[in-house]
């Protein structure tokens, strides 16, 4: 079989993505606000059902983008997610990200309290002051803690990123998170993961600075 390659150059790659992203989209229309952040989420897992599993609550992408403006900080429930957050674009609004899965007292917490590692880094997260934006692409448990948090009235994230990949959990945690009342982006079912979040948190970002911080 003969292949025949695209002659793109390396600073063209993601924009010869994108272009391929709509001529597959044939087409489809999204909706103009969301559109940015649902062709960057199929562009990190070059999946299209994305398209119809996102699902946003009212009004969320510009509750999400004056948080950001506000200086919210995100957290993320794995290391990976963290490490694919643009952070330069972030810290020029005056947020941070963070991920305490790795803490010392997250794992004595879990450990003393019988929880995941996930709800007790969720429950160092809940401490902390400002606003945040909780980006969850592995742990339903996280999702889970922050529904409980949320219904007690203990926190009001500024947006909930509800995006893990798996089967135990991870379908009715996500569905817990679109009955509360606080800004979510949840994609439905059983597919997501930490890239997928990032991708989330990047497209938010770059929707305010498409300089990228550069």
Do not use: W
Not at 75 to 95: F, P
Not at 180 to 192: D, E, L, S
């Amino acid at each position: 079989m003969k292949v025949t390659l695209e002659n793109v150059l390396p600073g063209d790659i993601e924009k010869r993505s994108f272009e391929i992203i709509e001529e597959e989209l044939k087409g489809r229309k999204l909706p103009a606000d969301k559109a940015p952040l649902i062709k960057r989420v199929i562009h990190t897992s070059a999946d299209f059902e994305y398209a119809d599993t996102l699902c946003f609550s009212d009004g969320v992408m510009e509750q999400a983008l004056e948080a950001i403006r506000k200086g919210a900080s995100i957290v993320t429930d794995t290391r990976m997610g963290y490490s694919g957050i643009n952070k330069r674009v972030l810290e020029k609004y005056g947020g941070q990200a963070y991920c305490f899965m790795g803490d010392g007292d997250v794992a004595e917490a879990a450990k003393k309290n019988g929880t995941t590692r996930a709800v007790a880094a969720i429950d160092k997260a809940a401490a902390m002051e400002g606003l945040l934006i909780f980006a969850v692409g592995n742990a339903p448990t996280a999702l889970v803690r922050l529904y409980e948090l949320i219904t007690e009235g203990k926190l009001s994230p500024a947006l909930i990123i509800g995006v893990p990949v798996g089967f135990v959990n991870v379908v009715q945690s996500k569905e817990l998170i679109m009955e509360t009342k606080v800004p979510y982006i949840v994609a439905r079912g059983r597919k997501g993961g930490s890239n997928v979040a990032a991708a989330i948190c990047n497209a938010l970002l770059y929707m305010l600075d498409e300089t990228r911080g550069m």
